[in-house]
């Protein structure tokens, strides 16, 4: 089966530490994406990869770091950095990054809740 | 300028009843508009798109009715039955905003309860 995998489902953090998640795709999709969700907020894109080997800030990247040095792979780490990490995480991947041309539909795992405790 | 500004936050209708949810915005650069559809712990996923070269388009009992002049959209939802209960999402994409070109833009939500 196609999709975009995300792991875990649950996490924890204590105060301080650094966390990382996890997202798999096996679609063959050039770009990846992660977003944060906040109840009443929507979803806000932390950051994004165009291509492997390249990635961009997004509207609240701070407080988060990411490498893509894999085409399917794309792992968020949220570090101590982060004040309010307690959220809902989701990454999306979609053909390419923008195309006219190309179904541009974005498409999302099943998320990763953290909870810092 | 990129916001996409949506509306109900929430919304109760009856069992075949017309669910209607309603998204504006202001950048004239965007030209693909999606509505996603969300169930509790579940990721979003695609429910219908349109551009705007059109007016309308209909899936089903999903329809998305575009107002290119007044920069409006909407997500209308026929026959509503309790299995779509779910929180929809509005967005919007476009070139020439930064360094956030060609990604999407989210509405804050609206969460859909259909009553049996």
């Known amino acids: 089966d196609g999709g975009i995998t995300q792991s875990p489902k649950y996490l924890f953090r204590k105060e301080g530490q650094n966390v990382t998640l996890s997202c798999e795709q096996n679609?063959?999709?050039?770009?990846m994406y992660w977003y944060r969700q906040d109840p009443g907020q929507g979803l806000r894109l932390i950051y994004y990869s165009q291509i492997v080997n390249d990635f961009q800030k997004g509207d609240i990247a701070e407080g988060y770091s990411v490498s893509r040095e894999k085409k399917e792979s794309f792992p968020l780490t949220v570090t101590s950095a982060q004040k309010n990490p307690t959220a809902f995480y989701l990454c999306?991947?979609?053909?390419?990054?923008?195309?006219?041309?190309?179904?541009?539909?974005?498409?999302f795992g099943q998320g990763t809740r953290l909870t810092v405790v | 300028q990129q916001q996409v500004k949506q509306s109900p936050q929430s919304l109760i209708v009856q069992k075949g009843g017309i669910s209607i949810i309603n998204c504006a915005y202001e950048n004239t650069a965007f030209d693909y508009f999606p509505w996603y559809q969300q169930f509790p712990g579940k990721g979003p996923a695609l429910l219908i798109a349109?551009?705007?070269?059109?007016s309308e388009k209909k899936e089903g009992r999903f329809t998305i009715s575009f107002n290119k002049s007044a920069k409006q959209f909407s997500l209308h939802i026929m026959d509503s039955q309790p299995g779509d209960s779910a929180t929809y999402f509005c967005a919007a994409s476009g070139e020439g905003f930064g360094g956030s070109q060609g990604n999407l833009i989210f509405g804050k939500g609206t969460k859909l309860s259909v009553k049996p």
């Open positions: 679609l063959n999709h050039d770009a």
């Open positions: 349109i551009r705007p070269d059109v």
């Open positions: 999306a991947s979609s053909i390419a990054w923008r195309s006219l041309e190309l179904n541009t539909e974005a498409f």
